[in-house]
């Protein structure tokens, strides 16, 4: 199959591109879109087929449930069996936008859709070319993220065709995804409101809106048996680049010292190392740069959003440099900081040096 990208230009193009986009979802075939989270591969939400299709082109078991993604609040009420107060405050305050939200579901939902899950999550997305796209299909769109099962989700359409050309008809590029990182999702369907995956919107302001909110274990640190995340997909693994990455914690001269002499002792062995770090510490660095030390860049640690929106892009790039080792900067600081730890952990499977 041949895999067109097509490109949303905001110009009077895109009705057409977004039309064709549209019958493709509704013949039960897949498109990959552009949302402010990351770039998602869509289908019928309430086609078994599309879903089963969404499974296979991803390569990703089938009992990782799919984000339903909607355009009006109106779309909400078939799909669910129940709104709880809860759910009504977080659509208020945060839809469109990235935060998907977990209801119990009704029988217009297929299992296919939700892992067989008596459960639905659902978001509103706050892309335009998203939002258009789920109006003109007239139906939810289903949508994981845009990769190949277990690589980092795709921020730009140039990620999404290299794990999926040949796999799906066509790609939409709206360009960079702004934020970078997936949805939070929270569970109102038990009692206490509960996060499941971190993301953009962080703890304290779900706190602030909804007083109590409990955090899956699972979010904060290595699954086990006694943490197994209640998001099915948050047990794969994922992100994880080919070279082995480990994260090391502490403080910053002690451990530039601690990656530079990592980086020397396999320099003898005429290997490459490379170091994910951030702005703010680079200068500690940047003399030691070299034929057997790259520096990846993050950007600025004060600014969050900018190592959120850079760092996916980063990950899948480091398979491409000859390293035999990557060390990372750790980057616990400021609202974003549970969320872009929680995929770094994933991506070092776990792997983390702590000088402190
Ligand atoms: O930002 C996003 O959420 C992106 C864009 C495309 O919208 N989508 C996304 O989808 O990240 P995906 O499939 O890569 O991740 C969905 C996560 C998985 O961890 C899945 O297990 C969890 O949501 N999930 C979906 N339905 C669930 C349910 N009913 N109960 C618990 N977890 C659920
Ligand atoms: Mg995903």
């Not at 909110?213 to 997909?233: I, M, Q, W, Y």
């Amino acid at each position: 199959m041949e895999t067109k990208i097509k490109t949303l230009d905001g110009s009077g193009n895109d009705d057409i591109i977004l039309r064709e986009a549209a019958d493709l979802i509704r013949r039960g075939d897949l498109v990959a879109f552009p949302t402010e989270t990351v770039y998602g591969l869509g289908g019928n939400g309430l086609d078994p087929s599309s879903s089963r299709a969404i499974y296979a082109a991803k390569g990703r078991p089938s009992d990782n449930p799919l984000i339903l993604h909607i355009a009006d609040r109106e779309a909400l009420r078939p799909l669910v069996r129940e709104i709880p107060p809860a759910a009504e405050k977080l659509m208020d305050a945060f839809w469109p936008g990235p935060l998907t939200i977990i209801f119990r579901k009704t029988g217009l939902v297929p299992p296919e859709t939700t892992g067989g899950l008596d459960t639905v999550a659902v978001r509103m997305p706050s892309h335009p070319g998203a939002a258009a796209l789920i109006r003109a299909a007239g139906v939810p769109i289903a949508a994981p993220s845009a990769n190949a099962s277990g690589r980092p989700s795709p921020t730009c359409a140039r990620h999404v065709y290299e794990d999926l050309n040949g796999r799906i008809p066509l790609i939409l590029d709206g360009g960079e995804s702004e934020i970078g990182l997936e949805s939070t999702i929270v569970d109102v369907s038990r009692s206490v409101p509960e996060i499941l995956r971190p993301g953009y919107i962080g703890l304290q302001a779900l706190r602030d809106l909804l007083g109590t909110v409990s955090v899956d274990p699972a979010v904060l640190g290595r699954p086990d048996e006694k943490t197994a995340p209640r998001a099915p997909g948050m047990k794969y693994r994922h992100y994880a680049p080919q070279v082995p990455l480990t994260l090391v914690a502490g403080p910053d001269e002690k451990r530039a010292a601690y990656i530079l002499e990592k980086a020397q002792e396999a320099a003898q062995n005429g290997e490459r190392t490379g170091a994910m770090v951030c702005r703010e510490t680079l200068p500690l660095y940047q003399a030691d740069e070299g034929d057997h030390l790259l520096l990846i860049p993050l950007g600025a640690r004060a600014c969050g959003e900018e190592i959120a929106h850079g760092l996916f892009a980063a990950l899948r790039h480091l398979d491409e440099c000859g390293l035999s080792h990557v060390y990372s900067e750790t980057f616990e600081e400021g609202p974003l900081g549970v969320a872009i730890m929680n995929r770094l952990r994933k991506a070092a499977a776990f792997d983390l040096t702590d000088l402190a």
